[in-house]
């Protein structure tokens, strides 16, 4: 099976950077997302890595290791609306319609 | 442009009711989507359609059903509704069969909330 582990709950403060870890078990995949759930909201798409290295999105980056099996969310310059949930995601080879989820991030942000 | 949109917002059903949960999309996306998520964890797939006319299982189908009516629409359907199966729904979307960032990224309606009695 699939499996992505997050930590549950990370908090920093504003104008701070955090880094939020995402590691993974799967046979292979097309790439990593990132996506925002504010509490009570949908989720939305931050960022994607196909390929190793760092995706630079604005304050936003993300990271992907195939080697190591392990990825990260960097976010930047934090502010007070970036208190959310962060979840990865992958799509594996042997479906190629299904997306995976890990089980998310909350970021708590304080003044 | 609408997006994903469900219907309802919000359900309370009782043990044993039915009820279909309704999806559309006017992005002209191939594929969509259920997912289901609890508190404390990730998002979990139901069933997905990879284009009209196809449906498949996904991590958690035990319960439900879905019909893909046409390439907007996408319907989930409990027919008899369990507390187990209270949680929020979220449909959503993606463009597949374009490359990179394009097709991996998927589009989330609002959700609908659901609590059975």
């Known amino acids: 099976g699939q499996s992505l582990e997050q930590p549950s709950e990370v908090t920093a403060v504003e104008g701070a950077i955090v880094q939020i870890n995402c590691t993974y078990q799967?046979?292979?995949?097309?790439?990593l997302s990132w996506y925002q759930q504010h509490d009570g909201g949908a989720p939305t798409f931050l960022s994607y890595n196909a390929l190793d290295g760092l995706e630079e999105t604005g304050r936003f980056s993300s990271f992907l290791s195939r080697s190591d099996s392990y990825g990260y969310l960097l976010l930047q310059e934090l502010q007070m609306k970036d208190s959310a949930s962060y979840f990865c995601a992958v799509r594996v080879f042997n479906n190629f319609n299904k997306f995976y989820f890990g089980s998310g991030t909350k970021l708590n942000v304080k003044p | 442009n609408a997006g994903v949109t469900q219907t309802p917002k919000f359900q309370v059903l009782k043990t044993g009711q039915s009820m279909t949960l309704q999806c559309a999309q006017d992005m002209n996306h191939n594929s969509m989507y259920w997912y289901r998520q609890d508190p404390g964890m990730g998002l979990r797939l139901i069933y997905y359609s990879a284009s009209e006319g196809t449906t498949d299982k996904g991590e958690v189908p035990n319960g439900y059903n879905v019909s893909r009516l046409n390439k907007r629409e996408f319907s989930l359907r409990l027919e008899s509704a369990a507390p187990s199966q209270t949680s929020v729904y979220f449909c959503?979307?993606?463009?597949?069969?374009?490359?990179?960032?394009?097709?991996?990224?998927?589009?989330f309606g609002p959700g609908t909330r659901l609590l059975v009695l």
């Open positions: 799967t046979s292979g995949f097309y790439g």
């Open positions: 959503a979307s993606s463009r597949l069969g374009t490359s990179g960032k394009t097709r991996e990224t998927q589009y």
